[in-house]
Nanobody, 118 residues
Framework: QVHLVESGVGLVQPGGSLRLSCEAS????????MGWYRQAPGKQRELVAN???????NYADSVKGRFTISRDKAKSTIHLEMNNLKAEDTAVYYC????????????WGKGTLVTVSS
């Protein structure tokens, strides 16, 4: 079982920055993909960014050039550095881990609210 704990909830003004972190506990077997999804009110959950166990990264077009995903290998933690935030980035952000070593396993954090508003 994998447990995910997100941190970094906040209210930030447009143009500001915020860093989200997600620490994973439990056994995570390669190959895996860790990432962030978000869900705005009235909208479907969407992928924001993810990072593969090979360190390949992937970003939604709407955040390219503004968000950066990274990982701390020693702490099984991923970070999402968000810059130049816009009102449309307001959403609940969820950490996710997908494992494929012993069949597909999909784990989710509880979510953390990011509000971009003046």
């Amino acid at each position: 079982q994998v447990h995910l704990v997100e941190s970094g909830v906040g209210l930030v003004q447009p143009g500001g920055s915020l860093r989200l972190s997600c620490e994973a506990s439990g056994r995570i077997l390669s190959p895996w993909i860790m990432g962030w999804y978000r869900q705005a009110p009235g909208k479907q959950r969407e992928l924001v960014a993810n990072i593969h166990s090979s360190d390949t990264t992937n970003y939604a077009d709407s955040v390219k050039g503004r968000f950066t995903i990274s990982r701390d290998k020693a702490k099984s933690t991923i970070h999402l550095e968000m810059n130049n935030l816009k009102a449309e980035d307001t959403a609940v952000y969820y950490c996710n881990v997908k494992q494929f070593a012993t069949g597909f396993m999909d784990y989710w954090g509880k979510g953390t609210l990011v509000t971009v508003s003046s």
